[in-house]
């Protein structure tokens, strides 16, 4: 029986690993024959992926049907490998240099950094459109206010806030509406003859159920981010402005999360239930050991793995171009859903990568950050490939929000920079 246990324990290991390509390699500079550090590795159909380690070696385990393999870094051209031919090259992948990223990179030149205000006030947000920048400042001392400031950074309006408390961010919907935010309510705020108005106030709850949702608009459609619980899924929809048809445009989320779910929801609901108090009636040490090991599942899945998902949704007059960082992959659609085109993107686990996607309101392009040693490198993401092409090399130190209008770049540091005890705003064309 004993022997009977074992075989029906071997035999289905067997086969599954029958069914399975194991695959070690390492990944190399063209030139320099150094290791390619966390070089992206991906299997295109199946959707699996790895990086590689600090010696730039990778192991994947793919299904037997897979035939090819993707190996990219940011700082090299991406190749594309059949699984066959590996052996061939004796498991070494060799990446070329990408040209762009090195002229990039070795350029000395930096655009110059203006300032826009002085120390005598921090800023606490701004927003950037055609004719104006409006600013949410706090003066030392003093309650926070409202300024409207022309491109060259000439102050035309001042409107103090001392009869509004709690503020918390200056922000502008997709609707292009400024809003300020504060604890209980969203101040919808508009620019006559040179001065900043207060529309009028809504519930915050008003704003977060249906403004803060919109993710992008066009002259034809709001889009919308469906989260579902855990955030693990976030569906794309949108819905059109005067017929209010929807459109669906798939989801993004973690796969692996959402399968998991199922079985991780006890963990989950524990840590969402407040009052947990069942722990203190326990004595014997099993018992208050066993609850330990619980309590540190449930916070190690609610706070490291069921996070929000990560993408990011631009939409013009004729596309919508979803980025989904989850699973690294470059979207476009047509207005009705149709998807267009896909392609795979290999930077979203990359060191050097910041993270967030910037949107030049003026020109609709979008750009990312990248960081390369103590420089910060701008860069365009092409909308008809996926691509990243490097733009500027910015001295950026300590900066916090950023934004970009009209090929201007726009930023506040954190205070932190010597001799600037307060947040200031700057400028850089590049």
Known sequence: MRILLC???IVPSILVAQNQTNIKAKVLDLKTQEPVVAANVFEISKQIGTITDHKGTFYLVLPKASDSITVSHIAYEPLTFAIS??????????????????????????PKIDPITTNTESIVD????KDYIILLTREKTKSRSLKLLNQDGQELHH??????????????SCMDSHFLLSEKFAYQLYIKNDSIHIAHQDPIKKYNQFIASCIDANSEYYYFDYRKKYNQLAEIRGVHKYSHQAVNFGSVGDQTNLKNLKEDQKYLDFMDNKSHDEWINLTDSHSLESFYDFWEKAALLKYNFYLPANCFVHA????????????????????NGKNIFQKSLFYSKNKNWIGKIYKDRFTEKLFTILKSDVDYILTEIDLSSGRLLPKANLDLSYFEDLQIFDDVLYFTNSGLVAGQEARILKKVKF
């Not at 090259?89 to 030149?109: P, Q």
């Not at 701004?126 to 459109?129: D, L, T």
């Not at 989904?324 to 047509?334: A, L, P, Q, W």
Request: charged letters at 30%; zero cysteines; proline letters at 0%.
């Open 7 to 9: 075989l029906l324990l």
């Open 85 to 110: 031919d590996l052996k061939k090259i004796n498991y070494t992948i060799e990446l070329r240099k990408n040209a762009e990223f090195i002229d990039l990179v070795t350029i000395s030149a930096k």
């Open 126 to 129: 701004f927003a950037v459109e």
């Open 159 to 172: 409107l103090k806030l001392t009869d509004i408390r709690h503020i918390e961010q200056l922000t502008t």
């Open 316 to 335: 013009d007059e004729k596309s919508v171009y979803i980025l989904d960082h989850e699973n690294h992959i470059f979207y476009k659609y047509s207005l």
